[in-house]
């Protein structure tokens, strides 16, 4: 396979919505436009409501991607169980290339795990179920004699989740032990998320061992935090080399370094958002880039009050597939 480019991108759009949408949409459609991506993955897409009562819609993305190249592309996003989108944070595919089959997986293959809060008050009798934040979104693309499986993960924040009598406001704790707890639990959650996509990885590689596979989103790590460590199954931490064709690898090891981050937090470059790769897929990568040239810094934008754009750079990867595949 060789020949044309296949673009894929990744892009956390900071709770897309209805407020102040024109002024967001001239700030985050140039990069949009830029990117020219064949598969797009998005996260923090809002739903809203065309009148009270009826179901929510798409309806700010399809602002925002209006007179784009995008306007035409197939697209899917995790749903409620009503089957419209959620208010908040709905994961998006949009896709020229078409989607022969997609599914949203929470918990599916990871069951709740129970846990027994030490510092809640009141104290608990029993164990109760951790459950996962948002699930994820899986979508099976049509490329040329073969399929690609696109996997859209938004992993929690490293935000301590809520403790029962520990929270005295929204960012403020009555004890440091509640807030260490509510720490921990986020830190299950996220590894959680990235356990079930590793699970759904494993299934799809024992189908094919050379499925390409990728995975995108803002996973709220590194990728030397636990996290990534899971879904990447490197061979340092597997010890097994028969295993090698199952690891997963970040694209963005290909950008130099002084331009590997997605994310300024405080002045500190981050990277947070990735696109990890399958080992056939890996063969065919021959471009990554960051587009974090006019990224604005979170803590210093949020004091300013100054919100336009999202706090996150996209990431784009370009592989060269077959010239069967028409791209424009």
Aim: glycine share 6%.
């Amino acid at each position: 396979m060789s020949g044309q480019a296949l673009r894929i991108a990744t892009f956390n759009l900071e709770s897309l919505g209805d407020e102040e949408l024109t002024a967001r949409i001239a700030v985050l459609r140039p990069p949009l436009v830029r990117l020219r991506a064949d598969i797009l993955c998005l996260q923090e897409v809002n739903g809203q409501r065309a009148a009270r009562g009826r179901e929510r819609r798409l309806a700010a993305l399809s602002a925002l991607i209006s007179e784009t190249r995008y306007a035409g592309y197939q697209i899917i996003s995790t749903l409620t169980i009503e089957g419209h989108p959620a208010d908040r944070h709905n994961l998006v595919i949009l896709s020229r290339l078409p989607i022969v089959g997609h599914a949203q997986i929470k918990h599916d293959f990871v069951e709740r795990p129970l846990y027994r809060a030490a510092t809640a008050s009141p104290r608990s009798d029993h164990p109760e179920p951790i459950e996962w934040e948002r699930p994820l979104l899986h979508a099976k693309i049509a490329v040329e004699a073969t399929s690609l499986h696109v996997i859209n993960l938004h992993l929690r924040a490293p935000l301590a989740a809520p403790v029962a009598g520990q929270k005295l406001g929204p960012f403020s704790w009555r004890t440091a032990g509640g807030w260490a707890e509510g720490f921990f639990l986020a830190a299950v959650k996220r590894a959680g998320q990235a356990l079930e996509a590793r699970v759904l990885i494993e299934r799809l590689l024992d189908a094919d061992p050379n499925a390409l596979v990728v995975v995108a989103g803002d996973l709220n790590a590194d990728i030397y935090e636990v996290p990534l460590r899971i879904l990447r199954a490197e061979h340092g931490d597997v010890g097994n080399a028969a295993l090698l064709p199952r690891v997963l690898s970040p694209v963005e090891n290909v950008i130099p370094e002084a331009r590997r981050f997605t994310v300024l937090h405080h002045g500190r470059r981050l990277m947070l958002d990735h696109l990890l790769v399958s080992a056939k897929l890996r063969t065919y990568l021959t471009y990554a880039e960051s587009l974090n040239e006019d990224l604005p810094d979170e803590v210093d934008t949020v004091a300013q009050g100054a919100v336009r754009g999202s706090f996150h750079a996209p990431l784009l990867a370009e592989f060269a597939l077959s010239s069967s595949i028409s791209l424009p």
